[in-house]
Protein backbone atom coordinates (compact mmCIF):
# COMPACT_ATOMS: atom_id res chain seq x y z
CA UNK A 1 0.00 0.00 0.00
CA UNK A 2 3.04 2.77 1.15
CA UNK A 3 4.69 1.58 -2.57
CA UNK A 4 1.79 2.65 -4.29
CA UNK A 5 0.77 5.74 -2.04
CA UNK A 6 4.58 7.35 -3.04
CA UNK A 7 4.17 8.75 -6.77
CA UNK A 8 0.84 10.25 -5.78
CA UNK A 9 1.95 12.07 -2.87
CA UNK A 10 4.17 15.33 -4.49
CA UNK A 11 5.54 16.16 -0.97
CA UNK A 12 6.95 12.81 -0.70
CA UNK A 13 8.70 13.23 -4.16
CA UNK A 14 10.40 16.65 -3.78
CA UNK A 15 11.82 15.58 -0.71
CA UNK A 16 13.53 12.73 -1.74
CA UNK A 17 15.71 15.08 -4.16
CA UNK A 18 18.35 16.57 -1.34
CA UNK A 19 18.14 20.40 -1.22
CA UNK A 20 21.01 21.00 0.52
CA UNK A 21 21.88 24.76 1.40
CA UNK A 22 25.20 23.84 1.67
CA UNK A 23 25.78 22.31 -1.69
CA UNK A 24 27.90 25.21 -2.86
CA UNK A 25 30.65 22.47 -3.03
CA UNK A 26 29.88 22.83 -7.23
CA UNK A 27 29.65 26.44 -7.40
CA UNK A 28 33.38 27.06 -6.03
CA UNK A 29 34.65 24.25 -8.83
CA UNK A 30 32.78 26.36 -11.18
CA UNK A 31 34.37 29.85 -9.87
CA UNK A 32 37.86 28.39 -9.96
CA UNK A 33 37.55 27.44 -13.56
CA UNK A 34 36.11 30.94 -14.22
CA UNK A 35 38.80 32.92 -12.37
CA UNK A 36 41.61 30.47 -14.27
CA UNK A 37 39.99 31.35 -17.81
CA UNK A 38 40.11 35.37 -16.22
CA UNK A 39 43.84 34.71 -15.68
CA UNK A 40 44.27 32.90 -19.01
CA UNK A 41 42.52 35.76 -21.17
CA UNK A 42 44.06 38.54 -18.78
CA UNK A 43 47.84 37.50 -19.47
CA UNK A 44 46.90 36.15 -23.64
CA UNK A 45 45.99 39.96 -24.10
CA UNK A 46 48.61 41.88 -22.20
CA UNK A 47 51.26 39.05 -23.70
CA UNK A 48 49.49 40.05 -27.48
CA UNK A 49 49.41 43.91 -26.97
CA UNK A 50 53.25 44.27 -25.63
CA UNK A 51 54.48 42.38 -28.66
CA UNK A 52 52.79 44.14 -31.22
CA UNK A 53 55.96 46.08 -31.92
CA UNK A 54 56.52 46.96 -35.79
CA UNK A 55 58.80 48.79 -37.31
CA UNK A 56 57.82 49.64 -41.30
CA UNK A 57 59.88 51.78 -43.97
CA UNK A 58 57.44 55.23 -44.23
CA UNK A 59 58.28 57.83 -47.02
CA UNK A 60 59.15 61.09 -45.03
CA UNK A 61 59.75 63.86 -47.03
CA UNK A 62 60.05 61.86 -49.86
CA UNK A 63 63.02 60.13 -47.98
CA UNK A 64 62.38 56.56 -47.01
CA UNK A 65 62.77 56.27 -42.67
CA UNK A 66 62.00 53.21 -40.40
CA UNK A 67 59.44 54.29 -38.10
CA UNK A 68 58.06 52.15 -35.19
CA UNK A 69 54.84 51.28 -33.77
CA UNK A 70 54.22 50.30 -30.17
CA UNK A 71 51.99 49.73 -27.53
CA UNK A 72 53.20 52.66 -25.93
CA UNK A 73 52.78 55.26 -28.01
CA UNK A 74 49.21 55.44 -26.91
CA UNK A 75 48.22 56.63 -23.27
CA UNK A 76 44.57 54.16 -23.97
CA UNK A 77 47.25 50.68 -25.14
CA UNK A 78 49.32 51.67 -21.94
CA UNK A 79 45.79 51.84 -19.61
CA UNK A 80 44.42 48.49 -21.24
CA UNK A 81 47.96 46.64 -20.48
CA UNK A 82 47.80 48.29 -16.75
CA UNK A 83 44.18 47.13 -16.40
CA UNK A 84 44.72 43.30 -17.33
CA UNK A 85 48.18 43.16 -15.53
CA UNK A 86 46.01 43.96 -12.96
CA UNK A 87 43.33 41.37 -13.94
CA UNK A 88 45.30 38.87 -14.08
CA UNK A 89 47.09 39.12 -10.67
CA UNK A 90 43.89 39.50 -9.14
CA UNK A 91 42.70 36.23 -10.88
CA UNK A 92 45.64 34.27 -9.69
CA UNK A 93 45.28 35.73 -5.99
CA UNK A 94 41.27 34.82 -6.31
CA UNK A 95 41.68 31.68 -7.88
CA UNK A 96 43.73 30.73 -4.55
CA UNK A 97 41.72 32.27 -2.54
CA UNK A 98 38.73 30.20 -4.26
CA UNK A 99 40.47 27.22 -4.02
CA UNK A 100 41.29 27.28 -0.41
CA UNK A 101 37.66 27.50 0.75
CA UNK A 102 36.36 24.51 -1.26
CA UNK A 103 37.32 22.64 1.84
CA UNK A 104 35.83 24.96 4.94
CA UNK A 105 31.95 25.76 4.22
CA UNK A 106 31.58 28.12 7.35
CA UNK A 107 33.34 30.66 5.68
CA UNK A 108 31.52 30.51 2.21
CA UNK A 109 29.37 33.62 2.76
CA UNK A 110 31.75 35.97 3.66
CA UNK A 111 33.91 35.29 0.86
CA UNK A 112 31.05 34.87 -1.82
CA UNK A 113 30.50 39.02 -0.71
CA UNK A 114 33.92 39.64 -0.85
CA UNK A 115 34.28 38.06 -4.57
CA UNK A 116 31.26 40.15 -6.07
CA UNK A 117 32.77 43.35 -4.15
CA UNK A 118 36.19 42.79 -5.96
CA UNK A 119 34.97 41.11 -9.10
CA UNK A 120 32.63 44.30 -9.70
CA UNK A 121 35.70 46.67 -9.35
CA UNK A 122 37.93 44.52 -11.67
CA UNK A 123 34.84 44.69 -14.10
CA UNK A 124 34.69 48.52 -14.20
CA UNK A 125 38.53 48.25 -14.84
CA UNK A 126 38.91 45.58 -17.87
CA UNK A 127 35.55 47.09 -19.48
CA UNK A 128 36.74 50.38 -19.67
CA UNK A 129 40.02 49.32 -20.37
CA UNK A 130 38.71 47.28 -23.15
CA UNK A 131 36.21 50.25 -24.76
CA UNK A 132 39.53 52.57 -24.63
CA UNK A 133 41.69 50.75 -26.52
CA UNK A 134 39.16 49.52 -28.55
CA UNK A 135 38.27 52.75 -29.64
CA UNK A 136 41.25 53.50 -30.59
CA UNK A 137 42.18 50.45 -32.28
CA UNK A 138 38.96 51.54 -34.75
CA UNK A 139 40.37 54.75 -35.15
CA UNK A 140 43.23 53.24 -36.30
CA UNK A 141 41.26 50.89 -38.16
CA UNK A 142 39.04 52.97 -40.13
CA UNK A 143 40.49 56.36 -39.85
CA UNK A 144 38.49 59.90 -39.21
CA UNK A 145 38.27 62.27 -42.32
CA UNK A 146 36.15 64.32 -40.07
CA UNK A 147 39.09 65.23 -37.89
CA UNK A 148 41.63 64.27 -40.72
CA UNK A 149 43.18 61.12 -38.56
CA UNK A 150 44.36 58.71 -41.62
CA UNK A 151 44.02 54.91 -40.49
CA UNK A 152 47.03 53.30 -39.95
CA UNK A 153 46.25 49.55 -40.11
CA UNK A 154 47.02 49.84 -44.31
CA UNK A 155 50.93 50.52 -43.10
CA UNK A 156 51.51 48.70 -39.32
CA UNK A 157 49.52 45.45 -40.80
CA UNK A 158 50.94 42.98 -37.98
CA UNK A 159 50.82 45.90 -35.48
CA UNK A 160 46.53 45.95 -35.86
CA UNK A 161 46.35 42.25 -36.09
CA UNK A 162 47.88 42.08 -32.50
CA UNK A 163 45.87 44.97 -31.20
CA UNK A 164 43.17 43.91 -32.41
CA UNK A 165 43.65 40.03 -31.12
CA UNK A 166 44.59 41.04 -27.71
CA UNK A 167 41.11 43.45 -27.51
CA UNK A 168 38.79 39.97 -28.60
CA UNK A 169 40.60 38.56 -26.29
CA UNK A 170 40.19 41.00 -23.58
CA UNK A 171 36.42 41.14 -24.58
CA UNK A 172 35.78 37.21 -23.83
CA UNK A 173 38.02 38.27 -20.03
CA UNK A 174 34.95 41.03 -19.59
CA UNK A 175 32.80 38.57 -20.16
CA UNK A 176 33.88 35.55 -18.12
CA UNK A 177 34.13 38.80 -14.72
CA UNK A 178 30.07 39.13 -15.68
CA UNK A 179 29.69 35.37 -15.50
CA UNK A 180 31.57 35.20 -12.26
CA UNK A 181 29.46 38.17 -10.43
CA UNK A 182 26.32 36.14 -11.69
CA UNK A 183 27.55 33.27 -10.36
CA UNK A 184 28.25 34.63 -6.86
CA UNK A 185 25.21 36.41 -7.01
CA UNK A 186 23.21 33.07 -7.65
CA UNK A 187 25.31 31.10 -5.03
CA UNK A 188 24.68 33.95 -2.04
CA UNK A 189 20.67 33.71 -2.73
CA UNK A 190 20.60 29.89 -2.53
CA UNK A 191 22.05 30.17 1.10
CA UNK A 192 18.92 32.18 1.90
CA UNK A 193 15.88 29.66 3.39
CA UNK A 194 12.72 30.20 1.44
CA UNK B 1 15.45 37.94 40.81
CA UNK B 2 13.89 37.20 37.10
CA UNK B 3 14.98 41.16 36.24
CA UNK B 4 18.41 40.82 37.32
CA UNK B 5 18.94 37.34 35.44
CA UNK B 6 18.27 39.56 32.53
CA UNK B 7 21.49 41.33 31.75
CA UNK B 8 24.28 38.39 32.22
CA UNK B 9 22.15 36.15 29.70
CA UNK B 10 24.25 37.36 26.66
CA UNK B 11 20.96 34.83 24.88
CA UNK B 12 18.33 37.35 26.39
CA UNK B 13 20.00 40.67 25.17
CA UNK B 14 21.10 39.84 22.12
CA UNK B 15 17.49 38.65 21.21
CA UNK B 16 15.74 42.02 22.61
CA UNK B 17 17.67 43.79 19.68
CA UNK B 18 16.06 43.19 16.59
CA UNK B 19 18.00 41.14 13.87
CA UNK B 20 15.36 41.48 11.65
CA UNK B 21 16.34 40.08 8.45
CA UNK B 22 13.61 41.65 6.92
CA UNK B 23 15.13 45.10 7.59
CA UNK B 24 16.05 45.92 3.92
CA UNK B 25 13.12 48.70 3.78
CA UNK B 26 16.23 51.31 4.61
CA UNK B 27 18.36 49.14 1.61
CA UNK B 28 15.68 49.88 -0.71
CA UNK B 29 15.55 53.70 -0.52
CA UNK B 30 18.75 53.80 -1.01
CA UNK B 31 18.41 51.76 -4.03
CA UNK B 32 15.72 54.31 -4.85
CA UNK B 33 17.88 57.18 -4.57
CA UNK B 34 20.98 55.55 -6.00
CA UNK B 35 18.84 54.70 -9.38
CA UNK B 36 17.61 58.06 -10.08
CA UNK B 37 20.96 59.28 -9.68
CA UNK B 38 21.99 57.05 -12.64
CA UNK B 39 18.87 58.20 -14.49
CA UNK B 40 20.10 61.69 -14.12
CA UNK B 41 23.75 60.85 -15.13
CA UNK B 42 22.49 59.12 -18.24
CA UNK B 43 20.03 61.77 -19.08
CA UNK B 44 22.67 64.54 -18.46
CA UNK B 45 25.46 62.63 -20.37
CA UNK B 46 23.30 61.89 -23.66
CA UNK B 47 21.79 65.32 -23.68
CA UNK B 48 25.68 67.42 -23.00
CA UNK B 49 26.73 64.89 -25.20
CA UNK B 50 23.98 65.57 -28.44
CA UNK B 51 24.03 69.11 -28.08
CA UNK B 52 28.27 69.16 -28.44
CA UNK B 53 27.76 70.77 -32.23
CA UNK B 54 30.32 73.31 -32.80
CA UNK B 55 30.51 74.85 -36.58
CA UNK B 56 34.32 76.71 -36.82
CA UNK B 57 35.87 78.03 -40.00
CA UNK B 58 38.49 76.08 -40.82
CA UNK B 59 41.25 77.15 -43.91
CA UNK B 60 41.12 74.67 -46.14
CA UNK B 61 43.73 74.99 -48.85
CA UNK B 62 43.90 78.34 -48.41
CA UNK B 63 40.00 79.17 -48.68
CA UNK B 64 38.18 79.47 -45.06
CA UNK B 65 35.16 76.97 -45.29
CA UNK B 66 32.72 76.38 -42.36
CA UNK B 67 33.70 72.77 -40.76
CA UNK B 68 31.38 71.56 -37.92
CA UNK B 69 32.09 69.47 -35.29
CA UNK B 70 29.06 66.72 -34.75
CA UNK B 71 29.65 64.17 -32.14
CA UNK B 72 28.12 61.22 -34.59
CA UNK B 73 31.18 61.69 -36.98
CA UNK B 74 32.84 59.93 -34.42
CA UNK B 75 31.94 56.01 -34.07
CA UNK B 76 32.75 55.79 -30.59
CA UNK B 77 30.54 58.87 -29.34
CA UNK B 78 27.50 56.86 -31.26
CA UNK B 79 28.25 54.35 -29.27
CA UNK B 80 28.00 55.98 -26.20
CA UNK B 81 25.20 58.11 -26.67
CA UNK B 82 23.56 54.74 -26.94
CA UNK B 83 24.70 52.99 -24.13
CA UNK B 84 23.60 55.82 -22.11
CA UNK B 85 19.93 55.80 -23.45
CA UNK B 86 19.96 52.57 -22.26
CA UNK B 87 21.09 52.84 -19.33
CA UNK B 88 18.68 55.90 -18.58
CA UNK B 89 15.64 53.71 -19.74
CA UNK B 90 16.84 50.41 -17.88
CA UNK B 91 17.23 52.86 -14.37
CA UNK B 92 13.52 54.65 -15.31
CA UNK B 93 12.39 50.97 -15.49
CA UNK B 94 14.26 49.27 -12.29
CA UNK B 95 13.54 52.62 -10.34
CA UNK B 96 9.55 52.17 -10.51
CA UNK B 97 10.18 48.26 -9.77
CA UNK B 98 12.27 49.23 -6.67
CA UNK B 99 9.61 51.79 -5.23
CA UNK B 100 6.78 48.93 -6.26
CA UNK B 101 8.85 46.27 -4.21
CA UNK B 102 8.94 48.40 -0.95
CA UNK B 103 5.82 47.09 0.74
CA UNK B 104 6.22 43.67 -0.79
CA UNK B 105 8.83 41.76 1.58
CA UNK B 106 8.39 38.89 0.36
CA UNK B 107 9.66 39.72 -3.42
CA UNK B 108 12.52 41.73 -1.90
CA UNK B 109 15.35 38.39 -2.36
CA UNK B 110 14.13 37.64 -6.02
CA UNK B 111 14.33 41.58 -7.25
CA UNK B 112 18.08 41.71 -5.40
CA UNK B 113 18.97 38.77 -7.55
CA UNK B 114 17.25 40.25 -10.97
CA UNK B 115 19.10 43.83 -9.86
CA UNK B 116 22.42 42.23 -9.46
CA UNK B 117 22.09 40.16 -13.00
CA UNK B 118 20.95 42.90 -14.94
CA UNK B 119 22.96 46.06 -13.14
CA UNK B 120 26.17 43.92 -14.11
CA UNK B 121 25.24 43.76 -17.81
CA UNK B 122 24.75 47.82 -17.62
CA UNK B 123 28.10 48.27 -15.84
CA UNK B 124 29.71 46.48 -18.46
CA UNK B 125 28.02 48.27 -21.18
CA UNK B 126 28.59 51.68 -19.92
CA UNK B 127 31.67 51.17 -18.13
CA UNK B 128 33.14 49.84 -21.84
CA UNK B 129 31.19 53.27 -23.62
CA UNK B 130 32.95 55.58 -20.63
CA UNK B 131 36.11 54.14 -21.87
CA UNK B 132 35.54 53.90 -25.53
CA UNK B 133 34.44 57.76 -25.61
CA UNK B 134 36.95 58.83 -23.21
CA UNK B 135 39.93 57.17 -25.20
CA UNK B 136 38.94 59.05 -28.57
CA UNK B 137 38.17 61.95 -26.88
CA UNK B 138 42.11 61.86 -25.56
CA UNK B 139 42.95 61.72 -29.10
CA UNK B 140 41.31 64.90 -29.78
CA UNK B 141 42.86 67.07 -26.58
CA UNK B 142 46.35 65.61 -26.73
CA UNK B 143 46.76 64.68 -30.40
CA UNK B 144 49.22 61.64 -31.29
CA UNK B 145 52.23 62.80 -33.19
CA UNK B 146 53.55 58.84 -33.71
CA UNK B 147 50.30 58.47 -35.70
CA UNK B 148 50.14 62.10 -37.40
CA UNK B 149 46.77 62.52 -35.56
CA UNK B 150 45.91 66.16 -34.84
CA UNK B 151 44.67 67.63 -31.94
CA UNK B 152 41.32 69.14 -32.44
CA UNK B 153 40.66 70.86 -29.01
CA UNK B 154 42.41 73.99 -30.00
CA UNK B 155 40.19 74.71 -32.61
CA UNK B 156 36.76 72.88 -31.36
CA UNK B 157 36.28 74.50 -27.96
CA UNK B 158 32.73 74.36 -26.98
CA UNK B 159 32.81 70.51 -28.75
CA UNK B 160 35.35 69.55 -26.54
CA UNK B 161 33.96 70.65 -23.40
CA UNK B 162 31.29 69.17 -24.17
CA UNK B 163 32.45 65.95 -24.74
CA UNK B 164 34.30 66.14 -21.61
CA UNK B 165 31.95 67.17 -19.50
CA UNK B 166 29.56 64.26 -20.47
CA UNK B 167 32.24 61.90 -20.05
CA UNK B 168 32.91 62.76 -16.17
CA UNK B 169 28.92 62.38 -16.00
CA UNK B 170 28.97 58.87 -17.30
CA UNK B 171 32.51 58.00 -14.73
CA UNK B 172 30.41 59.18 -12.10
CA UNK B 173 27.04 56.99 -13.17
CA UNK B 174 29.65 53.81 -14.04
CA UNK B 175 30.59 54.54 -10.18
CA UNK B 176 27.04 54.62 -8.95
CA UNK B 177 26.35 51.48 -11.06
CA UNK B 178 28.95 50.05 -9.00
CA UNK B 179 27.50 50.83 -5.52
CA UNK B 180 24.05 49.50 -6.23
CA UNK B 181 25.52 46.40 -7.15
CA UNK B 182 27.29 46.67 -3.86
CA UNK B 183 24.22 47.67 -1.77
CA UNK B 184 21.92 44.73 -3.69
CA UNK B 185 24.86 42.30 -2.76
CA UNK B 186 25.30 43.27 0.73
CA UNK B 187 21.15 43.13 0.94
CA UNK B 188 20.92 39.61 -0.18
CA UNK B 189 23.99 38.81 2.19
CA UNK B 190 22.28 40.27 4.99
CA UNK B 191 19.42 37.84 4.51
CA UNK B 192 21.42 34.79 4.99
CA UNK B 193 21.03 33.34 8.73
CA UNK B 194 24.10 33.30 10.74
Redesign the interface.
Known amino acids: MASTDKPTDPEFTSSSTPLAPEGTDDYFIFDVILRFLLFAASVVAVVVMVTSNETEIVLFQGIPVPQP ?1 KFR ?4 FIYFVAAFSVSGLYSIITTLASLSVIRKPHLK ?1 KF ?2 HF ?2 WD ?2 I ?2 II ?10 A ?3 L ?1 G ?1 K ?5 K ?1 CSTYDKFCKHTGGSIAVALFG ?1 IVT ?1 LL ?2 L ?3 A ?2 R ?3 K
Do not use: D, E, M
Open positions: AYSPATLLIFVLLGASATGTAGGVYVGKNHTNWAISVIWSAYIHRIP
